[in-house]
């Protein structure tokens, strides 16, 4: 069954630099889309950046200039290890951010959220002024 397990967030200050962490465990798909998702207070989800089994990235034009997308792979622990490093960071950016999964490349470019089956329970990250 798979896994996703995120961790990293915190409380920082603004123009202060994280890098969130997630762990997706008994993925042994060979074509897939792995993605970061965000939640603010009162708002809905929205899709952060998404990378697909052959390091295709795609990342929301509101943060593409400060956040990066990467992941590794360890094929005899049938994990992979995503992260999205977020560096400049502004209060606009506090939400409880997800990892998600699907086994699939389609739609990964949408960052859409109804194409991901598998997600993590979530990390807050706090960004105050």
């Known amino acids: 069954q798979v896994q996703l397990e995120e961790s990293g967030g915190g409380s920082v200050q603004s123009g202060d630099s994280l890098t969130l962490s997630c762990e997706v465990s008994?993925?042994?798909?060979?074509?897939?889309?792995l993605g970061w998702f965000r939640q603010a207070p009162g708002k809905d989800r929205e899709g952060v950046a998404t990378i697909t089994s052959d390091d295709d990235t795609t990342t929301a034009d509101s943060v593409k200039a400060r956040f990066t997308i990467s992941q590794d792979e360890d094929d005899a622990e049938k994990t992979v290890y995503l992260y999205l490093r977020m560096t400049r960071l502004k209060p606009e950016d506090t939400a409880m951010y997800f990892c998600a999964a699907h086994r699939s490349l389609e739609y990964c470019s949408d960052l859409d959220e109804d194409a991901f089956t598998h997600w993590g329970q979530g990390t807050q990250v706090t960004v105050s002024p």
């Open positions: 008994q993925f042994t798909y060979r074509s897939y889309c």
